[in-house]
Every structure is written in structure tokens, then in C-alpha cells.
């Protein structure tokens, strides 16, 4: 019975709808279906319960970069990231020399054995010149099938997505080798045209790297990549909702169109999520925070973000009227399915991990609990 927790009392949300006055049993590290009699109950009246946060796309946090890290530093950033509610994380690398980035896919995938990060996503080099971003231009080059599948081959199994310029050289031919092997083929970094980008889809691209951001704007009469991808329902569109990359309208156009079905809020973090304003390194590129916005020192571009998904969690519901259940999805549910872990995590349902986060009436974050051990715990009493 010591094993066995009761959290009773709040709003739980489910796959089927949200529960009131629920509870979710936990038994050691998994979520069970009944509790003995006398187990622990710790009483969440007024709260939320909603599963722990899953986020594909993350470069570090808590001072800490995956890409260039020690093991140590990225299990710090790791779990930056889990006191605000994300417990599962896929490790986002930028633009680097090949040599470099199968040394880090290497080190990444060690831990991805361990269980501490759900995979490896490139994020570069493979990207457009005209659309890099805080990529360092001088390392970029063309999808060359035989150079994507050194850096899969690198993550020893353990790659979950690489980002792609479909329209570069070779890009149809490296989304086909990605989709044959398993991996997703991510559309962005992009200058791709309509045309071009229905042509990645149908060659098996299936998530769009931060709609919107590193693409052409969406046009009348050129339509860009913004449209194919919002259009396809092969496509999962990843969204940044930190008030800076989105302007709310285009969030709602996003979920509105896509659905939310569709949509996988990802937090983009770079070092300073969660750590503060000040300067730190993308890659080989210099970057600036100041008031939580991260911008290269040379050129302005904006450097990935400072969220964290409790933050994202919270906007996504106050500030643009999301309906909860339509966030978790997009939180929770969509990228865990993505990472090919929805049998694990992703939702509250008995068998699964229990990967849970509790917020306050205002959503604001008031517990974490991951695999049953509390990583931040909530500050109510428990009763037997």
C-alpha cells in the first residue's frame, strides 16, 4: 500500500473528457485502475490533473545546452524542464560540422538508453541559407541522403526527427530515406513553395518545425509552405507559444484550421529557459537574452526561446481561450504519439507511466510527478 497514491478531488483530464471531483491512481510508477483500502489520498480539490508535458523540439535550459553539454549539463537542462512539467524531452541539436554532430549523437543516444531523454532531433545542418535562422550559414549543406543517414546511423537508433529544407538537393530523396527508416521528416528552415512542399509530403514529411518561423509568409497568391502544411492532415504542425514567435491570431489560425488533433506545442528552449537573461551560445552563434527574449548578438534574429511548457500551458488557455482538453492534446497527447511513446505516456490511463502535472485553478503549476516519484510536490496534505 505504500506504493499505492490516491490523487483525489480534482479536474482530471482524459482522452474521453474531463472528469470532476476525479482521481488517478498511482501504484509505484504507473498509473493503476483501483486502490487497496488505506492507501495514501492526497486531496487536490480545485486542481487540474493532466498528463506530464512531451515536448519534440528543445535545445536546453537551466544554462545547459544539448548541444554542446557534457552528459551532466544536459541531464541538468533536462531537468530544469521537468520541474515545469515536461518529464518527457527529445534533445534538439543545431547547425554543426558533421564530425560534430554524430560526436553529439553519440553522447545524446547514451542517455536516450537510459531513459533521461526520449531521442535526438537535428535541427540543421540540412536547412535553407535563406531561412537559417540562429544557424551558423557557414556549416550549412544539401540533404545529401548519405549525410542524413550518418547522423541517423550516429543516434544508434535513437534519432526522432530531423529538420529539413525539402527543396535543397537531395531533400526528396532524404525525406524517403527518413520515412523508410523510421524517423520523422520535419519540413522547415525552409523557402519551399506550395508546390514543393506538397511534394515533401507526399514523399512522406510529416511535421512542420515551428509553423510560421524560418518559412515564407503565407501569400495570396504564392502560398507558400504555410498553407500545404496547415492543409495536410499527414502533417503534425509544431507551434511556439511564448507570446514572441506567434501573434495570437496565428495560433488560432493554426489550431482552428489544423485542429487539435494536429498541433504539438514545443517550447524551442535554448539554455537561458528557466535560468535568466544574459549571454550565452547557440552553437558557434552568440546570443543575447534580455526579458526573456532570445536574439542572436549579430543580426537580431530571434534564438529559439526561453519556455518552458507550464508557460505555454497556461497562455494556450488564459490568454487565447484554448479549451484545456484541446491543450492537452497538443501538449501531451499529439508529440508523445509523434516520439512513438503514446503507449507509455501522453495520457492518464492505467498502464502508463504516471507522468502527471498538477496546476491551480489558474493553471499555474503547483505539482510534477514522473514515472510516481514527485518531482515537485504539491503543498496539500495528505490523508489516509
Known amino acids: 500500500m505504500a506504493d ?7 479536474h482530471v483530464v482524459l482522452p474521453t473528457g474531463i472528469v470532476e471531483n476525479g482521481r488517478v491512481i498511482v501504484d509505484g510508477g504507473r498509473i493503476a485502475g483501483s486502490a487497496p483500502e488505506g492507501a495514501e489520498r492526497i486531496d487536490l480539490t480545485g486542481h487540474w490533473l493532466v498528463p506530464g508535458f512531451v515536448d519534440t523540439h528543445n535545445h536546453g535550459g537551466g544554462g545547459a545546452s544539448f548541444t554542446s553539454g557534457t552528459a551532466e549539463e544536459v541531464l541538468k537542462g533536462v531537468h530544469t524542464h521537468r520541474l515545469h512539467g515536461t518529464t518527457t524531452t527529445a534533445a534538439s541539436l543545431v547547425t554543426g560540422d558533421m564530425d560534430f554532430l554524430t560526436e553529439r549523437a553519440g553522447l545524446l543516444s547514451e542517455l536516450a538508453e537510459q531513459g533521461e531523454i526520449a531521442g535526438i532531433h537535428f535541427e540543421g545542418p540540412f536547412i535553407s541559407p535563406c531561412r537559417k535562422g540562429a544557424h551558423d550559414e557557414t556549416l550549412l549543406r544539401y540533404p545529401d541522403p548519405a549525410e542524413v543517414r550518418k547522423l541517423v546511423d550516429a543516434a544508434r537508433g ?17 525525406v524517403r ?10 519540413i522547415g528552415h525552409t523557402d519551399a513553395t506550395y508546390e514543393q512542399t506538397v511534394a515533401a509530403i ?27 502544411l ?16 506567434l501573434h495570437p491570431a496565428a495560433l488560432e489560425l493554426a489550431f482552428r484550421h489544423a485542429g487539435p488533433k494536429r498541433v504539438a ?16 551560445m547557440l552553437g558557434t ?33 488564459t490568454v487565447d481561450g484554448l479549451p484545456v482538453e484541446s491543450v492537452v492534446q497538443a501538449i501531451s497527447a499529439n508529440p508523445a504519439r509523434l516520439l512513438g511513446a503514446y503507449d507509455r505516456v501522453g495520457s492518464l490511463e492505467p498502464g502508463k507511466d504516471a507522468d502527471i502535472v498538477v496546476l491551480d485553478a489558474e493553471f499555474n503549476l503547483r505539482g510534477v510527478m514522473r514515472k510516481g516519484a514527485w518531482i515537485v510536490e504539491p503543498a496539500v496534505p495528505a490523508t489516509v
Open 265 to 280: 506545442l514545443i517550447t524551442d528552449a535554448m539554455d537561458a529557459a528557466g535560468f535568466g537573461d544574459g549571454r550565452y
Open 177 to 186: 530515406l527518413l520515412a523508410d527508416h523510421g524517423v520523422i521528416a520535419a
Open 202 to 228: 507526399d514523399a512522406g514529411a510529416t511535421v512542420a518545425t515551428h509553423l510560421y518561423n524560418a518559412m515564407p509568409a503565407l501569400g495570396h497568391r504564392a502560398p507558400g509552405p504555410i498553407a500545404a
Open 158 to 174: 535513437r534519432a526522432t526527427m530531423v529538420t529539413l529544407a525539402t527543396e535543397l538537393p537531395g531533400g526528396l530523396d532524404s
Open 230 to 245: 496547415l492543409e495536410d492532415e499527414r502533417i503534425t504542425v509544431e507551434l511556439i507559444n511564448d507570446g514572441t514567435h
Open 4 to 10: 499505492h497514491k490516491v490523487l483525489a478531488g480534482a
Open 285 to 317: 552563434l552568440e546570443v543575447e537574452v534580455k526579458d526573456s527574449v532570445a536574439r542572436l548578438v549579430e543580426g537580431g534574429s530571434i534564438a529559439g526561446s526561453t519556455l518552458t511548457l507550464d508557460r505555454a500551458f497556461k497562455r494556450s488557455v
